[in-house]
């Protein structure tokens, strides 16, 4: 194991942890399915490099359905 990619495994799904809980309490599909997202993918990439572009591009999408859903 990679020490970088255990690092930014750790933040990616602790940031899809929160997401999760706010997207459950807040009863909204977005975070709910970001933040199972963030939290599930880093047991299926391997790269470091590979991570972290998933992982902003997961939260980039999270913002964007956001708003969306938001209808702004």
């Given amino acids: 194991m990679d020490t970088a990619w255990i690092v930014w495994s750790s933040l990616f799904s602790l940031i899809g942890m929160a997401v999760f809980v706010y997207g459950r309490k807040q009863r909204r599909a977005v975070p ?5 997202a963030l939290m ?9 490099l590979a991570l972290v ?4 591009a997961l939260i980039v ?10 209808g702004l």
């Fill in 53 to 56: 572009g998933i992982g902003v």
């Fill in 40 to 48: 599930v993918y880093p047991y299926f990439v391997s790269s470091a």
């Fill in 32 to 36: 709910l399915v970001s933040g199972i």
């Fill in 61 to 70: 999408c999270m913002f964007v359905g956001n708003r969306l859903e938001d």
